[in-house]
């Protein structure tokens, strides 16, 4: 079964710093991953998703995220953090076909401070 | 174009009540997936709806139920509420089904059970 490993559940930067958020992917078959943002009292934002098009994917709001199958990894990053990039983040594996299901990561909450 | 809609967005009820959600997806979107977020669980996969039938089903009891109507809103139901189903509950919609379409979250239902 697809499942996805977020190491760190708390990440803090300073402002302009880069942003480093780590998902790992356990899957068999080519996995579609997802990074969502959350803001609190909020539903999920998608950032970006990789579907097999092209191993460095741009998101939303500066991010991006590249696809290491050698490395089963699905990092996010963001060269300089800004003060409204804070936020919980999660990342997400669907299982492809038709099956519309996510499994999320346990999700990181980025602290970012002056 | 209107996002998800899911009402209400914060609900209280007492141990043992039942409790109805609404979910009223993107126009066009025929799929609706709702999912459950809790701190000690993380988001949870509930049930998945596609043109009025149920194609996916999470790990939960029975006392967890939904259905989606014609016009593709969806509904879910938790009877006999325990301390436990005190969550955020999320929707969420996608025009198709599968990995190559994006799922569109509403705000979320934060029920509390008391």
């Known amino acids: 079964a697809q499942s996805v490993t977020q190491l760190g559940s708390h990440v803090s930067v300073s402002e302009g710093a880069l942003v480093l958020l780590r998902c790992n992917y356990s899957?068999?078959?080519?996995?579609?991953l997802f990074w969502y943002v959350q803001y609190p009292n909020q539903g999920l934002q998608l950032l970006l998703k990789y579907t097999s098009a092209a191993t460095l994917v741009k998101g939303i709001n500066g991010f991006e995220a590249e696809f290491k199958k050698s490395e089963t990894s699905f990092h996010l990053t963001k060269p300089s953090a800004h003060m409204s990039d804070a936020a919980e983040y999660f990342c997400?594996?669907?299982?492809?076909?038709?099956?519309?299901?996510?499994?999320f990561g346990t999700g990181t909450r980025l602290q970012v401070t002056l | 174009k209107a996002g998800v809609t899911q009402t209400p967005r914060y609900l209280i009820k007492t141990r043992g009540q039942q409790v109805t959600l609404s979910c009223s997806p993107i126009?066009?979107?025929?799929?609706v997936s709702w999912y459950q977020q809790t701190p000690g669980q993380g988001l949870q996969f509930l049930f998945e709806y596609f043109s009025e039938t149920q194609r996916n089903k999470g790990n939960f009891p029975g006392r967890f139920s939904g259905r989606q109507f014609s016009n593709s809103r969806s509904e879910m139901n938790v009877s006999t509420l325990e301390l436990g189903d005190s969550a955020l509950y999320l929707c969420?919609?996608?025009?198709?089904?599968?990995?190559?379409?994006?799922?569109?979250f509403g705000q979320g239902t934060r029920l509390t059970v008391v």
């Open positions: 969420a919609s996608s025009y198709g089904q599968g990995s190559n379409t994006e799922a569109f």
């Open positions: 899957s068999s078959v080519p996995p579609y």
């Open positions: 997400a594996v669907i299982r492809g076909g038709t099956a519309s299901k996510l499994t």
């Open positions: 126009s066009g979107h025929r799929s």
